[in-house]
């Protein structure tokens, strides 16, 4: 099992800049890849960036540019910074944690809000 926390939401203006955590405990060594997914009012859960213990990155088109992912040197951390935000990309940010038997886990999430 891993268990994941979200912290580091909150209200922004247009513009400005965030940095989420997700902080991993349980089987850390089971994980292959960990990403951040969003979901705004209304609408479907959706992939913002996924790394692999690789270090494979993808990024969704609409934050390439301004959103960066990064692991911790421990693993146990997931980072998303969050630049030059905009209102739509008002959501609440779940971390993602998927194992190599393809079991996957999800954090609370926490709630990022911009206002114009």
């Known amino acids: 099992q891993v268990q994941l926390v979200e912290s580091g939401g909150g209200l922004m203006q247009t513009g400005e800049s965030l940095r989420l955590t997700c902080t991993a405990s349980g089987a850390i060594s089971t994980i292959e890849a960990m990403g951040w997914y969003r979901q705004a009012p209304g609408n479907e859960r959706e992939l913002v960036a996924i790394?692999?213990?690789?270090?494979?990155?993808n990024y969704a088109g609409s934050v390439k540019g301004r959103f960066t992912i990064s692991r911790g040197d421990t693993k146990n951390n997931l980072y998303l910074q969050l630049n030059n935000l905009k209102p739509e990309d008002t959501a609440v940010y779940h971390c993602n944690a998927r194992t190599a038997t393809v079991k996957e886990y999800w954090g609370q999430g926490t709630q990022v809000t911009v206002s114009s």
């Open positions: 790394l692999t213990n690789g270090g494979r990155i």
